[in-house]
C-alpha cells in the first residue's frame, strides 16, 4: 500500500474560525460555546477545539449524521474530529455551457474517455464510501445530464443501503426533459444554476443561448414537487448584483430557495477581488427592501447562511465561502470525473482512487487511502487572496 500512499499531498492551509455571533442562536448559547472552545484552545486540544467550533455557526445537532458503527467510519473522520458524511460525484467534464466563471474562454483539455471512471468503477467507490458513512450524494460536472447513463446510475446509486440523500447540480439546460425520469430513479432533491434573469446576459456569461430552457426546467421541478428547487446564483459585481432582488423576488410565491454565492477563484476564470461582492454587502442589499428578512437556524454542517421573508413561500441563502468561510462544520468530499479523490474544494492536492482501483487494489485497501487522505484534510482554506495564486483545476473539472 505504500505505493499508493506515496501521492498524498500536503496544502498549507491556516485555521481561522470565525469570531461573529451567529444570528440564530441565543447569547447564552454563544456565551457558553465560546467559554468551551476558548478553554480548549488554550488547553492545546485543537481537535475538540476544531470540532465544538460548530457550536459557534449554529446551535443545531449534528448526532443525527453519525453513524451507528464508528469502527467502520473512521476513514471519514479527519484529525479535527469533522465526520464527512457527504459525497459530491463528478460524473463528467463535458459540459453544455461555457460558463465564464468556470471555464477560460479558450476552454479546456478534457480527460481522455479511457481515463475517466466508468459507471461500474463509480458505483463500486460509492458503496465503499456509503457502506462507511457517508448519507448524502450529490451528482456534479461539467454537466451531469449529458451523462447518457445518468439515469442508471441514480437508479443504482439511490438504492445503494444508508444513503438518504441523492442531489444533482445542473445548469438546467436538459432537466425539464428528463427530470421525471430521474426522479423516478431516486433523485431526491436538485439545484439548478442560473446567475441572470435577463436572457442577453445569460448568452453573454454563458457564451451559448438557453435561458428559457433554464427557467423552464426550474419550473418543471417545482410541478414535479421537488420542494424547495434550489437556484444557485453567482454573484459578480458589474454583471448581475443589480438583480439580486430580482432573484429574490422568485421565492415570493414558489418554493424556491436562492442562494447566492460568493464570486470564488479557480484556474481560468480571471478571478479579481473587485468582482467579489460580500455577503455583507448582498445581505444589506436584500434587506433594505425585505425588512422582514429573518435568519433561520442551520445545520452545523450547512454551506449556506439561509433566511426567511414573510409572506414568501421560498427562501434565500448566502453561501460565503470567500469572507465568512464554514471550514469547521465541513462533511464534504469530491470525487473527480478522473478517478481523483479531493478533500477541499479550494486545496490543490488530489489523490487516485482509479489507479489503485484498476491495479487491483481491494476495498480495506481503497479505505486505507481515502482515510489517509482524510486525516491530512486542514482545518480551513487558505483563505481568498492565497486561493487566487495557488494552482488548482478550473471548476469544470473538479464539479461545481
Not at 129 to 148: A, H, Q, W, Y
Request: aromatic content about 8%; overall charge positive.
Amino acid at each position: 500500500m505504500r505505493r499508493h500512499l506515496s501521492k498524498f499531498f500536503h496544502c498549507p492551509f491556516g485555521f481561522n474560525p470565525s469570531n461573529s455571533f451567529p444570528l440564530n442562536c441565543d447569547m447564552g448559547s454563544y456565551c457558553a460555546a465560546r467559554s468551551t472552545t476558548r478553554q480548549a484552545l488554550f488547553s492545546g486540544h485543537l481537535n475538540e477545539y476544531a470540532t465544538r467550533a460548530f457550536a459557534t455557526t449554529s446551535c443545531a445537532s449534528a448526532s443525527e449524521d453519525l453513524p451507528k458503527d464508528n469502527s467502520v467510519s473512521d476513514m471519514l473522520v479527519d484529525s479535527f474530529g469533522r465526520l464527512h458524511t457527504y459525497l459530491r460525484i463528478s460524473l463528467t467534464e463535458r459540459c453544455n455551457l461555457r460558463c465564464q466563471y468556470c471555464m477560460p474562454a479558450e476552454g479546456v483539455e478534457l480527460t481522455p474517455n479511457p481515463q475517466l471512471l466508468t459507471k461500474t468503477e463509480i458505483l463500486r467507490l460509492a458503496n465503499l464510501f456509503v457502506s462507511s458513512g457517508v448519507t448524502k450524494i450529490r451528482l456534479t460536472g461539467g454537466e451531469p445530464t449529458v451523462r447518457k447513463d445518468i439515469e442508471d446510475i441514480c437508479l443504482e446509486l439511490s438504492n445503494l443501503k444508508g444513503l438518504r440523500t441523492l442531489s444533482m447540480t445542473t445548469n438546467g439546460i436538459a432537466l425539464a426533459r428528463k427530470l421525471l425520469k430521474l426522479k423516478d430513479c431516486g433523485l431526491t432533491s436538485v439545484n439548478i444554476s442560473l446567475d441572470t434573469l435577463v436572457p442577453a446576459k445569460f448568452e453573454f456569461m454563458t457564451r451559448r443561448k438557453g435561458h428559457e430552457k433554464v427557467m423552464n426546467s426550474i419550473n418543471t421541478a417545482i410541478d414535479l414537487g421537488y420542494n424547495p428547487v434550489k437556484v444557485n446564483c453567482v454573484v459578480m459585481r458589474g454583471f448581475n448584483d443589480d438583480e439580486i432582488c430580482d432573484f429574490v423576488e422568485l421565492t415570493r410565491e414558489k418554493p424556491i430557495d436562492v442562494r447566492f454565492i460568493e464570486f470564488m477563484p479557480f484556474d481560468g476564470n480571471v478571478w479579481n477581488v473587485k468582482k467579489l461582492v460580500p455577503y455583507s454587502e448582498m445581505l444589506d442589499t436584500v434587506m433594505k427592501r425585505f425588512s422582514s428578512l429573518k435568519r433561520v437556524k442551520d445545520h452545523p454542517t450547512d454551506t449556506a447562511k439561509n433566511f426567511t421573508i414573510d409572506g414568501h413561500e421560498g427562501r434565500v441563502s448566502f453561501i460565503t465561502s470567500m469572507t465568512e468561510h464554514f471550514c469547521a462544520g465541513c462533511n464534504r468530499l469530491r470525487l473527480l470525473a478522473d478517478g481523483n479523490f479531493k478533500v477541499c474544494l479550494f486545496g490543490p492536492s488530489e489523490v487516485s482512487l482509479r489507479d489503485p482501483m484498476r491495479g487491483g487494489a481491494e476495498d480495506h485497501e481503497l479505505r486505507e487511502i481515502i482515510g489517509a487522505a482524510v486525516k491530512r484534510k486542514k482545518a480551513s482554506h487558505a483563505g481568498m487572496f492565497d486561493i487566487a495564486k495557488t494552482a488548482n483545476r478550473p471548476m469544470i473539472h473538479i464539479g461545481g
